[in-house]
């Protein structure tokens, strides 16, 4: 609901509970740092978000065995609060471990590989670095295919970052070819009025400007 204010002092609240009931390292403790570094990150309070993922790191590596799905989660968290500050090369050495440590603990097509590569791919295209940009995006898509029904919502966002980078790159057929797709699995499963849909429609109409 965006409501990061009461969302915080609910978490806090958790936070507290679980100090008081559960030893100083149990991996409930690093789920509560978690989601409190989560909604920082929602409010741009960026330092205190990363200082919240980073604690819930260091518990989940003492608590849990080394490829556990949820320091995968903590990787990413950190990721995601370098790539909002624009340190594009530390969220590229957080990214990668919470991939491989996906690779160990997930099946091969899980979602949340597909999202790994999705996030990599993201920072290699800021970075222009287009074609480690195109290749992860290319392969979160690929997953995605197996992984979910074909006119899924999950894949449409895949298409578009390919288009993307086809437009970072000057390919303006190719990057209207994928809006195209995303654009038509959107408008089959979101309302027509989702930010989504009215984000793809003017992707769309900046490349063919170009053609």
């Known amino acids: ?18 100090k008081i009931a559960l030893p100083s390292n149990h991996s409930e403790l690093a789920t509560s740092y978690n989601n409190i570094g989560m909604v920082y990150r929602n409010m741009g309070e960026y330092s205190k978000a990363l200082s919240s993922h980073q604690r819930s790191l260091e518990i989940n590596k003492i608590a849990l065995p080394p490829n556990h799905p949820h320091l995968a ?52 295209n800021k970075m222009g670095e287009y074609s480690k940009a195109l290749s992860s995006h290319e392969r979160s898509l690929e997953i995605k295919k197996i992984a979910l029904p074909p006119n899924h919502p999950d894949l449409a966002p895949s298409y578009n970052n390919i288009g993307l980078v086809y437009y970072s790159m000057g390919e303006y057929s190719k990057a209207l070819s994928y809006y195209e797709k ?30």
Request: no cysteine; charged share 20%.
């Open 73 to 124: 989660a903590s990787y990413n968290s950190i990721g995601l609060v370098y790539y909002n500050t624009g340190e594009y090369p530390k969220a590229l050495s957080s990214y990668p471990r919470s991939l491989e440590t996906r690779k160990i603990a997930l099946p091969p097509n899980h979602p949340d590989l597909a999202a790994s590569y999705n996030n990599i791919g993201i920072v290699y």
């Open 182 to 211: 995303a654009q038509d699995i959107w408008k089959k499963s979101l309302p027509s009025n989702h930010p989504h849909i009215s984000h793809v429609k003017r992707n769309i109409e900046n490349v063919k400007k170009k053609i």
């Open 1 to 18: 609901m965006g409501e990061y204010s009461k969302a915080l002092s609910s978490y806090e609240r958790s936070f507290e509970i679980n």
